[in-house]
């Protein structure tokens, strides 16, 4: 972390700018910053901009031959630090040990730098082949050059230039200077490496920040440290958006290390700066102990009425009304049940949960003279950018934000509240100020994964096969600001798409939606929607599986059926590929030795597959459930499909093991409960999470190779578990889990 950065955005100046054709890629030269430190690769001294070969504004090539690569989304643990360069590494021919990789500042140089919904790796691959391309073509012609030689009979190896007739080569840094001044090639003249070519991707690469992880070294928000910083808290109420009516300031400015404390308006966006109390101390400890001495009167509002209890019933209510939206309406769902040879009914029900990532939302800011510095953990620092231009009225350009690592996210820090409030309290303080939420904060002001009520129906015919599915789901909709204007939505993960699996498959199928309106804020939470329904529709096809006398396998299969491709409008446009998604079931299915196996009672087997965030996925649970009700789950075997290349294998694994955990522990603990508008779980004590004793005995992972477009992989392998676990806890006890989390279901047998 770099404390002389440079404080105003308008010192930034290019050099110029050009534009690859068809690349759609915005290059360009940074010169004139005071900043030298090695972090700033993008601002160096005009000293180091004579030396240094600077292709774009990811690559840095120092005379010395260390080769420094920017990664300019934000790494929250998902790998994107070492998995992006390790793409303009492999194209650049640089030898890996070469590489010093740092982490890329909000600059609109970058392009988009939200890392959310496993968009990071898609939309940024092809671009990146490119990147490191077009600096080996300049390489090699400044080589070309040197030597007076056709480029043709020149190659990029290991980070140089080799000339094989001769034996002769430069070293990258060597040629730095030579091709800094070199023009930057068309498209045309740069060529993409053959993917049977690749000697880094696909290969294994330990995490660029592991080293400073486990030596403890300060790399993320938590630990930002400026010169005359200040240490804040901010109390707000716990019924969501209550506004403060008075408090004891005068009091709690006269406690021990306390340097201010004051009110905040703030507004009504549930994502945004809501109103409180901040009080800025000289330590974090010294503000934490503050609060406990602050008394403040609220005005809670409406949403003090809110329960959890209360949404329950009123879905029970609405589950006998047509929806209010009809989401899908093929066939004749009402005829097909009558003449269904079986039929199956069944309530299906999930609550809020919190993110609960091991670093407390926090954010460092510093406002001087109209212009604002700040250093956060985020997932999308441009929205952290745009709320605070909206809110405070600071202009973008008078903004800067260095990104720090985050520790964890899955969704929370793509909502930039916490943000918007350090920045708020810096603009009352002549100081930079860090503000650091409690753990009770986190979890009882999240942007909660929303809670739902699924009423589901189905039937089959006489020879077994899936003739009707009735769907109402009953979910949640809040306020949300659009353009600075409040508008009444579904919550983000809360909604639910008409072409979503079996919509498009089943002849006779009904799908319809009703909102119930409250005041609890909801954002994305790991595979948003997806890692909630997946868990309800493939329980309640094996529900049906079973009642047809069918194997769950087989059921599925004839389900998906030979279409081979379905258009859609579900998930983001894309369409489905089903030939994909019935590969991997049948490889999961395969390695698992599906239908195999003899199991004694309390064991069993259960098979799900889920389409989420472009990856196709399957996956095979084996547990254990004693005779008291004690769940074990043996193995888990998990078949994806993400495309034509794996990027970092170690990454890639620890993606898909780390989902399979994640979605374990929120299937076995997670749930918080609502009353009187406000969260009534603290803290870890009362909300659990997976033990490494809860962890699967083993987890076996396979990688499908295709040929189309390479996808992300933090999120669609999380989908899956669910359905997989539960089906497999039916299987061994004929028990069915019907109630999320599993402690809500009495799993004993005899």
């Known amino acids: 972390m770099s404390s002389n950065a440079p404080k105003n955005p308008s010192r930034r100046d290019f050099l110029r700018t050009s534009a690859l054709a068809g690349g759609g890629l915005v290059l360009g030269f940074y010169v004139n910053t005071a900043d030298s430190a090695a972090k700033r690769v993008a601002k160096p001294s005009k000293a180091q901009a004579l030396a240094e070969f600077k292709p774009n504004a990811f690559i840095r090539i120092a005379p010395n031959g260390t080769v420094t690569l920017v990664s300019k989304q934000p790494e929250i643990g998902q790998g994107i630090k070492t998995s992006l360069p390790m793409v303009i590494a492999e194209e650049l021919e640089v030898d890996w040990k070469d590489v010093v990789i740092v982490q890329g500042d909000l600059d609109p140089i970058y392009g988009s730098q939200s890392a959310g919904g496993s968009r990071s790796t898609p939309t940024n691959y092809e671009e990146f082949h490119r990147l490191g391309a077009t600096?080996?073509?300049?390489?090699?012609?400044?080589?070309?050059?040197?030597?007076?030689?056709?480029?043709?009979?020149?190659?990029?190896?290991?980070?140089?230039?080799?000339?094989?007739?001769?034996?002769?080569?430069?070293?990258?840094?060597?040629?730095?200077?030579?091709?800094?001044?070199?023009?930057?090639?068309?498209?045309?003249?740069?060529?993409?490496?053959?993917?049977?070519?690749?000697?880094?991707?696909?290969?294994?690469?330990?995490?660029?920040?592991?080293?400073?992880?486990?030596?403890?070294?300060?790399?993320?928000?938590?630990?930002?440290?400026?010169?005359?910083?200040?240490?804040?808290?901010?109390?707000?109420?716990?019924?969501?958006?209550?506004?403060?009516?008075?408090?004891?300031?005068?009091?709690?400015?006269?406690?021990?290390?306390?340097?201010?404390?004051?009110?905040?308006?703030?507004?009504?966006?549930?994502?945004?700066?809501?109103?409180?109390v901040a009080i800025v101390a000289d330590s974090t400890w010294a503000a934490f102990s503050a609060r406990k001495h602050l008394k403040v009167v609220w005005d809670e509002g409406k949403t003090a009425a809110e329960s959890w209890k209360g949404f329950a019933a009123k879905a029970d209510a609405l589950a006998k009304q047509p929806g209010s939206e009809v989401l899908r309406n093929d066939g004749n769902v009402a005829t097909a049940l009558e003449k269904a040879a079986k039929t199956v009914e069944a309530a299906y029900s999930y609550p809020f949960i919190s993110h609960v990532s091991i670093e407390p939302q926090n954010a460092t800011a510093w406002y001087q003279d109209g212009a604002v510095e700040i250093w956060a953990p985020t997932q999308n620092p441009e929205a952290g950018q745009k709320i605070v231009t909206e809110t405070l009225g600071i202009p973008k350009e008078k903004i800067t934000l260095n990104i720090t690592r985050s520790g964890g996210g899955f969704g929370r820090r793509l909502i930039p509240d916490y943000l918007i409030e350090a920045v708020a309290i810096a603009q009352k303080v002549a100081a930079p100020v860090k503000l650091t939420w409690t753990r009770e904060d986190d979890l009882q002001h999240d942007q909660y994964r929303a809670g739902g009520f699924h009423f589901l129906r189905g039937g089959v015919d006489t020879s077994g096969k899936l003739i009707a599915w009735h769907d109402h789901f009953v979910t949640f909709e809040h306020i949300v600001f659009k353009d600075g204007q409040p508008k009444l939505e579904v919550g983000s993960g809360a909604n639910l798409s008409g072409d979503e699996f079996p919509g498009r498959w089943v002849e006779n199928c009904r799908i319809e939606q009703t909102p119930l309106e409250c005041g609890i804020p909801m954002g994305p939470w790991r595979a948003p929607r997806s890692n909630v329904l997946a868990w309800v529709f493939h329980s309640f096809i094996d529900e049906l599986a079973h009642a047809a006398g069918r194997d769950p396998l087989a059921f599925r299969l004839e389900i998906l059926g030979d279409k081979g491709f379905l258009e859609g409008t579900g998930e983001q446009g894309i369409p489905y590929d089903v030939n994909r998604m019935k590969h991997v079931l049948q490889h999961v299915a395969e390695k698992a030795d599906w239908g195999k196996k003899t199991y004694a009672r309390g064991q069993g087997q259960g098979i799900a597959f889920h389409f989420s965030h472009r990856g196709y996925i399957a996956q095979v649970a084996e547990v254990t459930v004693s005779k008291d009700g004690k769940l074990k789950v043996d193995r888990v075997v998990v078949a994806t499909d993400i495309g034509a290349q794996i990027v970092n294998l170690s990454g890639a694994e620890n993606q898909v093991q780390g989902s399979v955990i994640d979605g374990l522990g929120a299937l076995m603990y997670q749930e918080l409960d609502i009353d009187k508008g406000r969260i009534v779980q603290s803290n870890f004590g009362d909300y659990p999470m997976i033990r490494i004793g809860d962890a699967p005995t083993q987890v076996d992972v396979h990688f499908l190779k295709t040929d189309y477009p390479v996808t992300g992989l933090g999120e669609p392998a999380l989908p899956p578990l669910a359905p997989a676990v539960c089906n497999a806890i039916f299987a061994a006890t004929g028990i069915r889990v019907r109630q999320l989390p599993l402690s809500r279901t009495d799993l004993s047998w005899s």
């Open 135 to 276: 600096a080996r073509t300049m390489l090699i012609q400044a080589a070309a050059l040197a030597w007076k030689l056709p480029v043709d009979q020149l190659l990029a190896k290991d980070s140089a230039v080799h000339h094989p007739a001769t034996g002769r080569s430069l070293g990258y840094g060597k040629l730095a200077a030579k091709a800094a001044s070199l023009p930057v090639p068309a498209a045309s003249e740069v060529r993409l490496k053959d993917p049977r070519d690749f000697k880094l991707l696909g290969t294994r690469i330990g995490g660029v920040d592991n080293p400073g992880i486990v030596t403890g070294k300060p790399l993320f928000g938590i630990d930002v440290s400026l010169p005359g910083l200040l240490y804040a808290t901010y109390v707000k109420s716990l019924v969501f958006a209550g506004k403060v009516v008075s408090a004891n300031l005068d009091e709690v400015k006269a406690l021990p290390g306390v340097r201010d404390a004051f009110v905040i308006e703030g507004t009504s966006n549930l994502k945004g700066l809501l109103p409180g």
